[in-house]
């Protein structure tokens, strides 16, 4: 990847527009749980996608991703990574703790593939807003399984531009964790970054 | 009825399925189509031009609300699970129970409006599908350990009896044989209805969290070495040498149920023996990195096939094929992950490069505890109950002498009582200048861990406060971080 540097300056911006759009979308989750959710501020990085693949550790040998695409001005995929406790923390918190394992199992595809519905839309949403942009939203896919095989089905080039926003939520002393990735073409990220330059200079 | 527009455009919708309707940037519905009038009785005439949330008021909830709003404002797409929210439009079976839904919102443009399709599939019969086949499966499984459990006796039995026959002076050879293949015969049956037994243990533990087997802190080291010297007769047989080699520390420790984990690794080995060619050597290496035990188990012997090998822990897999003189019950590696999963660890197979064996590898989480060194007395100072829980759920497995005092008086009576290896302080408590005054007095003062949701409140502490060691925890509380802590504190 041609090297991508970020300003301080549009890693701050970009960190404020991601968190706005988690902002929104934790309101919605809060209400669905009818609980407090406590949000810690997403750690953002531009980094290839292959050192993403690596940031997710060996250990996590399972995942849960939702995936969603999107085109436009921006092209490119967003996409949420669960580890798998974090996962399960989240249904419970959803479905309550009297639920057993087997069943959260059942409901694991549709609840996260819903709550990451909800998470991508708000954050991509906040953000080609506040850059008045418009995108075409995709719908969103869910894939579960050993991280590797599971990475590898996001078809993505080990050298796409990811921006990553590592981020952690606490709902009813439960602590889900979640990495929330947009990976974007090369074209895209560069107009981001423009975009992102008009953005500020305007503030 | 306030005006309607475009429905022609609409008309399509008539021939799915599936329920439809189209509402515009005023929330006003535009369209109902043909299969929600089947489904709720109500005509496309007395629907159209109402507001939909005050049609069906549950939508003006702000989960609904918004997220149609973000479709369209932004052109979003949400999706609402049958699962978390059975329905969006009330339609009744006619039994008090409704339609159960699976919903898409997707927004839809013309030249000069926008406006949002919501298309509601009808779910019900899988979902009450699924709830019969997850009904069937508690039944199996009660059934599978309520005969495991019934077919042990009259077994003993048997086997009390071939083992009282067997010393029969009076029996012949022929007979002597015949009552050995009796006790073969039984002991593997037993073996079978352990194995089953303790599968059925762990599924209903996986299923009911409130009855989890009972963990306390296990030396990993010692666990192993006892595994090998419980399988070292049956590698005799085979003259299998096993060659353990462990680089950690004797002492290091993990949280186990501490005869579930030597069973899965008993089975492991054993497993590992009986595909093992004879007069070969079986290694098995422990190491520890990033927190984790890596235990490698390697033989040469039989492979299994490349495209099975990821169903080898699957139960009654048959993968492993049985050798002339070991029968294979087809659940030992079955048990062997789950426990492992259950330890918060994970377990592949993999065949060596060479295809002249295979390699099992299995990680354990450290016990974080076993790194910290003798720290006993720690005081959190925060007045949020939530808080506090919160340090009680994240340090409970690790740390029994915690303490918490929640207003200046209550902290110097902790102090003069005991005398602590580290304090917890919450940045935002309302009397915080009064308390640190109070730590600032107070007599060999241990290690402060400041804590707040506000980096720059956790910056300013540190100049306040007379004490040699100030560390920083930014809130929420993650479990590695607040160990880590911990860790470089205590030491």
């Known amino acids: 990847m041609p090297e991508i540097k970020i300003s301080p300056d549009q890693s701050d911006a970009l960190g404020e527009l991601v968190n706005l759009g988690m902002g929104k979308a934790a309101s919605v989750i809060s209400e669905m749980l009818n609980e407090k959710v406590s949000l810690s501020a997403p750690e953002i990085k531009i980094i290839e996608y292959s050192q993403f693949q690596s940031s997710i550790g060996e250990f996590a040998n399972l995942i849960s991703v939702v995936q969603m695409k999107f ?54 949403g906040n953000l080609t807003n506040m850059l008045h942009e418009r995108v075409n939203f995709g719908v969103p896919e869910y894939l579960e399984g050993e991280t590797t095989p599971t990475l590898k089905r996001l078809n993505l080039s080990p050298t796409d531009p990811c921006l990553t926003a590592r981020t952690r939520f606490i709902v009813r002393d439960l602590e889900i964790k979640g990495d929330i990735i947009l990976v974007f073409t090369l074209d895209s990220m560069q107009t981001l970054l423009k975009s992102l330059d008009k953005l500020l200079a305007d503030v | 009825m306030n005006g309607t527009t475009n429905v022609g455009v609409f008309r399509a919708l008539d021939f799915i399925p599936s329920g439809a309707l189209v ?81 898409y919102v997707y927004p839809f443009s013309t030249e000069d409006q926008s406006f949002a399709v919501m298309h509601a599939e009808d779910v019900t019969s899988v979902v009450e599908r699924s709830s019969q086949l997850r009904n069937l499966s508690k ?83 010692e666990t192993i070495h006892s595994s090998v010297q419980v399988n070292q007769p049956l590698a005799d047989k085979k003259n299998i040498h096993l060659d353990l080699q462990m680089t950690i520390n004797a002492n290091a420790l993990v949280l186990a149920n501490k005869l579930d984990l030597t069973k899965a690794f008993t089975t492991l080995i054993s497993n590992a023996v009986i595909l093992a060619n004879p007069n070969s050597k079986m290694k098995i290496g422990v190491s520890e990195r990033s927190q984790h035990f890596f ?167 540190s100049s306040q406060l007379v004490v040699a060691s100030v560390s920083a925890l930014t809130k929420p509380l993650v479990k590695e971080e607040l160990l880590k802590v911990i860790q470089t504190l205590m030491q």
């Open chain 1, 71 to 124: 085109f436009g001005p921006f092209s490119g995929i967003s996409t949420i990574v669960f580890p798998p406790e974090s996962a399960t923390n989240l249904v419970t918190a959803l479905m309550g703790e009297d639920v057993s394992s087997e069943e959260i199992d059942c409901m694991r595809y549709n609840t996260l593939n819903e709550l990451g519905n909800i998470l991508l839309n708000s954050v991509v």
């Open chain 2, 139 to 221: 039944l199996k499984d009660r059934f599978l350990a309520a005969t495991s459990h019934d077919l042990r006796s009259p077994l003993n039995i048997i086997l009390g009896f071939a083992d009282i026959l067997s010393r029969d002076k009076n029996l012949d050879q022929e007979g002597r044989d015949d009552v050995t293949i009796i006790r073969h015969s039984g002991e593997s049956l037993l073996e079978m209805v352990d194995d089953l037994l303790e599968l059925s243990k762990l599924q209903s533990q996986k299923k009911h969290s409130k009855t989890q087997p009972k963990m306390q802190k296990c030396k990993i080291a």
């Open chain 2, 23 to 103: 509402f515009d940037q005023s929330f006003i519905i535009q369209f109902w189509n043909t299969t929600f009038e089947n489904w709720t009785q109500e005509n496309r005439e007395d629907v159209v031009g109402q507001c939909l949330l005050d049609k069906f008021p549950h939508l003006g909830k702000r989960i609904y609300r918004d997220r149609f709003q973000e479709t369209l404002e932004i052109g979003s797409k949400a999706i609402f699970s049958s699962q978390m929210h059975k329905y969006l439009i009330p339609c009744p079976l006619g039994d008090g129970k409704f339609r159960q839904q699976e919903c």
């Open chain 2, 295 to 461: 235990i490698m188990l390697s033989y040469n012997g039989q492979v299994i096939p490349d495209d099975r090998i990821s169903h080898v822990f699957e139960m009654y897999s048959r993968v492993i094929m049985d050798s002339p003189t070991e029968k294979n019950t087809g659940l030992g590696l079955s048990l062997v992950k789950s426990i492992i999963q259950y330890h918060g660890g994970q377990i592949s197979a993999n065949n060596r490069s060479n295809h002249e064996g295979t390699t099992f590898t299995l990680t354990l989480p450290v016990l974080a505890e076993s790194q910290i060194t003798q720290a006993k007395h720690f005081l959190v100072i925060d007045p949020t109950p939530s808080s506090r829980q919160n340090f009680s759920l994240l340090l409970e497995s690790t740390l029994h002498g915690l303490e918490f005092c929640t207003s200046q008086d209550e902290l110097e009576k902790k102090l003069e009582t005991k005398r602590f290896d580290l304090i917890f302080l919450d940045v935002d408590h309302p009397q915080l200048q009064q308390i640190i005054e109070k730590l600032n007095h107070s007599k060999n003062l241990p290690p402060i861990v400041a804590c707040s949701s506000n980096v720059n409140d956790l910056n300013n502490l």
